[in-house]
Nanobody, 115 residues
């Protein structure tokens, strides 16, 4: 079981930016593709995007061009830079492996986009 801890969420106005972080103490972080996921109230959890060990990224169409995933393998930290935020980005955001490990879901971090 790998514990992943998300942080950096908060309340932001439409058009604003936030950077989320996901950290772990486990070294296996550096050898797996990682993903950011989100779950809005009443909706299923969805994949926001993923990043390979080598840094190749893919994104959901809904966030393409606005969100950027990066990773620091030495520090075992995954990042999600979110720009031009919209109210529909409001959700709890989670990191996990891609595909996800059921045992590794953390508490997530809440992002609320509202004026």
């Amino acid at each position: 079981q790998v514990q992943l801890v998300e942080s950096g969420g908060g309340l932001v106005q439409p058009g604003g930016s936030l950077r989320l972080s996901c950290s772990t103490s486990r070294s296996i972080f550096s050898i797996y593709t990682m993903g950011w996921y989100r779950q809005a109230p009443g909706k299923q959890r969805e994949l926001v995007g993923r990043i390979t060990v080598g840094g190749t990224t893919t994104y959901a169409d809904s966030v393409k061009g606005r969100f950027t995933i990066s990773r620091d393998n030495a520090k075992r930290v995954l990042y999600l830079q979110m720009n031009s935020l919209k109210p529909e980005d409001t959700a709890a955001y989670y990191c996990n492996f891609a595909p996800p490990s059921p045992e590794s879901w953390g508490q997530g971090t809440q992002v609320t986009v509202s004026s």
